[in-house]
């Protein structure tokens, strides 16, 4: 299928579900959830939806939650986006902030422990 097609269709997809999530969720929890990226395969058969949360410590119920509602919502987001077959939704915690923030840390590590210098180092410029 044109790749086009499909980022288009993810982007409407990411639109409707984090509609209906804010809109219609009845519980609570899934309206804190931010839908951040949809991934379809190429036949439309699975949609995986990266999701994440403002409150990190309820992430893996609100996966259990999405994905149980997964079912109806697949036929909902099929209905309003008028697609011939409706994907099978597989929702995923999105950690890609997570792991920005340890490549990040590990980073400075490096980048510290480059800029101390060396005791000879130290020394030799007292001596200068």
Do not use: H, W, Y
């Given at each position: ?32 959830v931010v839908i951040t990226e949809v991934r379809c395969t190429n036949d439309l058969s699975i949609a995986k939806v990266y ?58 590590k490096i980048a510290h422990k480059h800029s101390k210098p060396k005791r ?9």
């Open positions: 299928m044109d790749k086009l097609r499909i980022e288009r269709v993810n982007k409407e997809m990411l639109r409707e579900i984090s509609e209906f999530l804010v809109n219609n969720a009845k519980d609570p929890m899934l309206k804190k999701f994440t949360s403002i409150d990190k410590s309820d992430l893996k119920e609100i996966g259990d939650s999405l994905n149980s509602l997964a079912g109806a919502l697949s036929g909902i987001v099929c209905r309003q986006m008028r697609l011939r077959f409706a994907p099978k939704l597989v929702f995923v915690v999105d950690d890609t902030e997570d792991r920005a923030q340890r490549i990040e840390e590990l980073l400075d000879d180092e130290k020394l030799s410029d007292d001596e200068g």
